[in-house]
Every structure is written in structure tokens, then in C-alpha cells.
């Protein structure tokens, strides 16, 4: 069967290889005939991406991909059909951009520690919109402290490595009602690898009441077997199978893009309950006051 569908890319907006344009060019030359853009705590490449879109008839879904740091892990959530321009929402991913800033500068200052002498003004060279850990990664790369991107994290900036600093403290939870509060959709991303089945299922029954939506099952390498148990959860909860590749450009994840099937049918599910939404009033999000970071 021909992959149609691809709903998790990122763009230099993020941390992402390809600018917007150059990413709906290559979407076009791999036959997708529905995408979503899904880049960290940014819509900034949504208005480019989406016109290239249009010009080369692919239908395009604005997204969006928010972070979360939990007890033990990370959990990730995908947010689809967002009415990005809503002023509040853009308000509060701004201010996680800024704590993202805030958080880049204290693990270079960790790393700086450790007596590795790079600069938190190149990595802010290198990442053009929202700074995350893979810019950091670069930055080591090119100052000769690693060989790869995951050589990065498995030494220095992965989860519990010596300088890693935990995001800003949003829970799944607020996550998913932020998401809510721009008319989103949430979508749990990438479950097995992050954060695991176990985690996810003690936070499964608070996000569905939070307004989950779908869930991320054909992901990437996920196996046959992973794909049956995404499945099956999705059954039980009532969640939308979705999926994608998170390509953020060539050699950065294994899977290229467009190259995880997706049935189309996760699409025309997402429209439906976009349908409903559209034109009513969200429910409103205010961020919590952040934890003092010490
Ligand atoms: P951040 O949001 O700044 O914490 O960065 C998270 C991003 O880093 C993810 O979206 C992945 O693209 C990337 N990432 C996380 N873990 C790894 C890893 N072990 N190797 C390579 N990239 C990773
Ligand atoms: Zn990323
Ligand atoms: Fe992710
Ligand atoms: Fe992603």
C-alpha cells in the first residue's frame, strides 16, 4: 500500500533541517497526499508551510508537538486543527519558547561545569526559531565533544545525563488543555518510546478527561506488535489511531519521511471531530505559575 499520510514533521521552525517551503517540496516528491506539521512550541511555520501546501494540492493540517516532563520520563503531545492564531494560545507557547531559552542557557552552563567549552550564543545560531536539545547536540558535534546527535544525549543531555535541565514543568495534563483552549486536538505522540506503556497508562484515564483525543500508533519503527498494542488501547479509551515519521530532516530519525503507513482513515476521523469544533468557544487555559527553578 502507498503512504498517503504523514502527521509528524518539524521544520527549522523547530528543530526541524528543512524550512517549511523546502519540507512541502519534499512531501510532494514522496506522494503524500495529507500532512501535518507538528514543530515544538511554535506555529511559526504553519502560514509557509501551509501556502506551499496549497500550491502543490497536498492537504495540509496545522499542528503543533508540546513536551511534557513527567515523573521518570517525557510525554509528548501532538495537537491537531489548532486555531493557532487565537491570541491567548500564542501568548502561552511563547512563554514556553522562553523557558525552553531559559533552560538551553542552564545546560550549557552545566556543560560549561563539566569543563566543555561551548557557547549558548552558537547554539542560539543554530537554531533559528525554538531552541531544543538537538541544537545543543549540534553545537557539540561541531565543537568536536561527539561524533553523533545521540552520541549527545546518551552522554550529556539525555534524560538524567549530567546536563540535563527538565523542561519547563507543564504536566500531560495542561498540555492536552492547551491544546483544547485553540479548538486543538490532542493526540498522545510516539507512546512506547516515550513514555513507555506503563507510564502512559496510569496517565491515560486523567488525559482522556482532559480531552485526549487520539493516540500516535503507526510511529516511525514501531513494530507490528507495538502497533497491536496501541491499538488496542486506542479501542479501549475511544482514541484516534494516528501516526507519522517525526522526520525532522535526513539521518536525525530513522524513518524517512512518509516512510510509516498511515491509513487515511486517521485523517478523515481527526476531520470529524474538528467538524464539531469548529466556530465554538474553547474552554479557557492559563499556564500554572512555574515551580522556582533553582
Ligand atoms: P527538547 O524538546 O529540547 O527536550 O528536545 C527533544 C527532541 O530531541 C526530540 O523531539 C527529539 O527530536 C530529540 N531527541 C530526544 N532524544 C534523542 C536521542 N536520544 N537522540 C537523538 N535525538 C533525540
Ligand atoms: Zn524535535
Ligand atoms: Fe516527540
Ligand atoms: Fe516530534
Redesign the pocket.
Known sequence: MPNYVDLHM?TTA??GLYSPTELMHRVKEAGLRAVALTD??TTNGIEEAAQTARALDVEFIPGI?I?T?VSGG?V?VLGYFIEYQRPAFQSTIKALRDA?ER??ERMVELLNEEGIAIRWERVREIAQGS???????QALMEAGYVQ???E???KY???GKPAYVP?YKLTPGDAVRLIGSANGLPVIAHPIS?PGLEILRTWLPDLKAAGLVGLETYYGQYTQKDEQALLAIAHQYDLIATGGT?F?GPG??PTPLGGRYVPYKAVEQLKAVEAKRRGTMPPPFTLPTPVAEK
Open positions: 518539524h523547530s528543530d515544538h512550541d508537538e513536551n516532563d517525557e509528548h525552553r533552560r538551553g531552541v531544543g536539545r538537538p541544537h545543543i547536540a553523533s546527535v545521540s549527545a544525549f546518551d543531555i539525555g534524560n523542561r516515550l517525526d525532522h536525525l530519525h
